[in-house]
């Protein structure tokens, strides 16, 4: 992607919590927010469900009751912008176990694919196992992933959050204003996550966030009742590429 192309929405501190601006600004990370488009999808571009990249379906992967995982999300990392120590080429996918509570009872798989053809001849171009899942999965529709590079301040769902506000009381408006502002919904890749419960004690080692998946209405996305979705991996493994120990989480109301 050529530099100048990229257009970052820059997050402005409203003027309800502009006393709080430095304190603020400290937080601020990047994210590649996500919108999603209804239409089938290549095998190698970034997408909600349909076939993932295969070159082999032996490649395909088995959850520990040895069926077919349930395939989420594809990534191809070149759509995204201003990651750090994200590789900046090749593809991630997502994967969870294969029962009806979207992969709750067993271990989710991220494959990193560094390098990948596109000759659809020499590929998979069917989903050869969606048919056995298709009533497990959190969304409607396949759907084509679009980015925008965003600045965003800590989710309040966050337990950091309190500590960087830690001594500071909010007036009455700020605190009815709080979900506006700093509430983190929406599907991303980078940047803080929203949690709809609360957050889980992993989250100090698995430090940073890969991708949230949130409720939207174009491809239906929606875990159980209004929930989301958050994959984590530690600072550490993901310098080093290493995308085999990741956590994954979903939670609803």
Same mark, same amino acid.
């Given at each position: 992607?050529?530099?100048?192309?990229?257009?970052?929405?820059?997050?402005?501190?409203?003027?309800?919590? *502009?006393?709080?601006?430095?304190?603020?600004?400290?937080?601020?990370?990047?994210?590649?927010?996500?919108?999603?488009?209804?239409?089938?999808?290549?095998?190698?571009?970034?997408?909600?469900?349909?076939?993932?990249?295969?070159?082999?379906?032996?490649?395909?992967?088995?959850?520990?009751?040895?069926?077919?995982?349930?395939?989420?999300?594809?990534?191809?990392?070149?759509?995204?912008?201003?990651?750090?120590?994200?590789?900046?080429?090749?593809?991630?996918?997502?994967?969870?176990?294969?029962?009806?509570?979207?992969?709750?009872?067993?271990?989710?798989?991220?494959?990193?694919?560094?390098?990948?053809?596109?000759?659809?001849?020499?590929?998979?171009?069917?989903?050869?196992?969606?048919?056995?899942?298709?009533?497990?999965?959190?969304?409607?529709?396949?759907?084509?992933?679009?980015?925008?590079? *965003?600045?965003?301040?800590?989710?309040?769902?966050?337990?950091?959050?309190?500590?960087?506000?830690?001594?500071?009381?909010?007036?009455?408006?700020?605190?009815?204003?709080?979900?506006?502002?700093?509430?983190?919904?929406?599907?991303?890749?980078?940047?803080?996550?929203?949690?709809?419960?609360?957050?889980?004690?992993?989250?100090?080692?698995?430090?940073?966030?890969?991708?949230?998946?949130?409720?939207?209405?174009?491809?239906?996305?929606?875990?159980?009742?209004?929930?989301?979705?958050?994959?984590?991996?530690?600072?550490?493994?993901?310098?080093?590429?290493?995308?085999?120990?990741?956590?994954?989480?979903?939670?609803?109301?």
């Amino acid at each position: 992607m050529i530099l100048e192309e990229i257009r970052m929405l820059k997050y402005e501190v409203s003027e309800l919590f *502009r006393e709080y601006e430095k304190i603020i600004k400290t937080s601020i990370r990047k994210s590649n927010e996500i919108t999603f488009t209804k239409e089938d999808t290549k095998p190698w571009e970034s997408k909600l469900g349909g076939c993932p990249y295969l070159e082999n379906i032996e490649d395909y992967p088995l959850g520990k009751n040895n069926k077919p995982m349930i395939f989420l999300a594809q990534i191809n990392l070149a759509d995204l912008v201003e990651l750090k120590n994200m590789p900046e080429n090749g593809l991630l996918q997502f994967y969870i176990h294969n029962d009806e509570c979207y992969g709750y009872e067993g271990p989710c798989k991220v494959k990193y694919i560094e390098k990948y053809i596109t000759d659809v001849n020499q590929l998979v171009c069917k989903n050869p196992y969606e048919e056995d899942y298709k009533e497990f999965l959190p969304f409607d529709k396949e759907g084509k992933m679009n980015f925008q590079l *965003r600045e965003m301040p800590i989710s309040c769902s966050c337990e950091k959050f309190n500590e960087l506000f830690k001594g500071i009381s909010f007036n009455e408006e700020q605190k009815e204003k709080i979900w506006h502002e700093f509430d983190g919904s929406g599907s991303r890749f980078g940047g803080y996550p929203y949690f709809i419960q609360s957050e889980p004690a992993y989250c100090d080692e698995y430090n940073i966030l890969l991708l949230q998946l949130d409720v939207e209405d174009e491809c239906g996305i929606m875990f159980g009742d209004t929930g989301n979705c958050n994959f984590f991996i530690k600072e550490e493994d993901l310098k080093n590429r290493d995308f085999s120990n990741v956590a994954y989480d979903w939670q609803c109301c």
